[in-house]
């Protein structure tokens, strides 16, 4: 693949018009959140939230940002928390129908 056709495909990652997948752009910790939670989504795997904070690297941000991103996520209704019916210091995180949704036409879009 030549040099400009890379280019115009990572232009195609990041120039769209979908509100929700912008701001999970926005930084790089939100964007790794996103990628994380909708790879369990499609895999159908259940991964708690501190899983997914251990997850994202110390270099990249810390356990508060981590942790504020994903409230912010959740107030803005495009992440669910789901508490464990077995054990209820458990929380999931799940993509909500608003994410799934506009993540499948973002795809279909980039690829």
């Not at 996103?34 to 810390?62: A, G, H, R, W």
């Not at 107030?75 to 129908?97: A, F, G, M, T, V």
Request: charged share 30%; hydrophobic share 35%.
């Amino acid at each position: 693949m030549s040099n400009k056709l890379v280019i115009e495909q990572i232009e195609k990652i990041f120039n769209h018009k979908f509100k929700i997948i912008s701001y999970f752009q926005r930084d790089l910790t939100k964007f790794k959140i996103l990628l994380i939670v909708m790879k369990n989504y499609n895999e159908d795997k259940l991964q708690t939230i501190e899983s997914i904070i251990e997850e994202i690297p110390n270099s990249i941000s810390s356990r508060a940002h981590k942790l504020n991103s994903i409230t912010e996520a959740t107030n803005l209704n495009y992440l669910i928390k789901e508490i464990s019916n077995s054990d209820q210091r458990k929380k999931y995180l799940k993509p909500s129908p608003a994410l799934k949704e506009e993540f499948e036409k973002y795809l279909d879009e980039i690829i």
